[in-house]
């Protein structure tokens, strides 16, 4: 038993320093990445080869922020494709309209998903209508993190359902569609998320991603 003991330490002490060298290595490409930036802005090159800093600041924000939600070291590459520049593009678009600096904006998606769904959001779910408003509804402070691993305590299935249908109904008077025209166009497409066992209790759900009558 107490060799177990000693290996289990060991083993516990080999993770808390493979961690802590992976946060060394992702906190040195932040830098890099942010110096490779501002180097290229000054020297003239255009936005798709030069990703403004401010994009940068949005996506090292989101990547800590997962980094301490999930307990894992998030790894990304220093330099953006075409397409992640136009996404984080989009963040900032969004960031910009709720006046919010890029800390809450960002803490604020990552307090709203952890509660409504227990799990971190994805960052194309960072540039819509929604967010906006998670932004602007968000009274949580910025300080601390949102810890992935603290759950909270369950919550009542009739409780999950009712809150679900309250505000799927005020996404579909929003966006101007139907049940089935919002699942498709939204919650299939990864833009809004519900929990599961409410999209398996609603019969329109089924419809939407198998296309049958119900």
């Known amino acids: 038993m107490t060799e177990h003991i000693l290996e289990l330490l060991a083993k516990k002490r080999q993770n808390s320093l493979k961690r802590k060298e992976g946060f060394k290595k992702m906190k040195a490409e932040e830098l890099e990445n942010k110096e ?32 301490a939600y999930t307990g ?24 910009c309209k709720t006046g919010c600096d890029p800390e809450r904006y960002i803490k604020a998606q990552f307090a709203w ?19 906006v408003d998670r932004a ?19 919550v009542a299935l009739a409780d999950t359902f009712r809150e679900s249908e309250k505000l799927l109904q005020k996404m579909m008077i929003a966006q101007k569609c139907n049940r089935e025209e919002f699942y498709r166009r939204f919650v299939l497409t990864g833009v809004y998320m519900f929990p599961k066992e ?17």
């Open 136 to 154: 602007l509804e968000f009274e949580g402070s910025t300080k601390g993190r949102v810890l992935g691993n603290v759950r909270k305590a369950p």
């Open 113 to 131: 998903f952890d509660n409504a769904f227990g799990t971190s959001p994805k960052p194309v779910q960072l540039a819509s209508d929604a967010a």
């Open 36 to 67: 490779s930036s501002v180097k290229r802005i000054l020297g003239g090159e255009n936005q798709y080869q030069a990703v403004p800093v401010k994009l940068t600041v949005l996506r090292d924000l989101y990547f800590t922020m997962l980094r």
């Open 72 to 95: 894992n070291v998030q790894y990304y590459s220093a330099e953006m494709t075409d397409g992640q520049v136009a996404l984080w593009m989009r963040v900032e678009k969004a960031r």
């Open 198 to 214: 409410f999209l398996e209790a609603d019969p329109v759900y089924k419809k939407a991603v198998e296309g049958i009558d119900v």
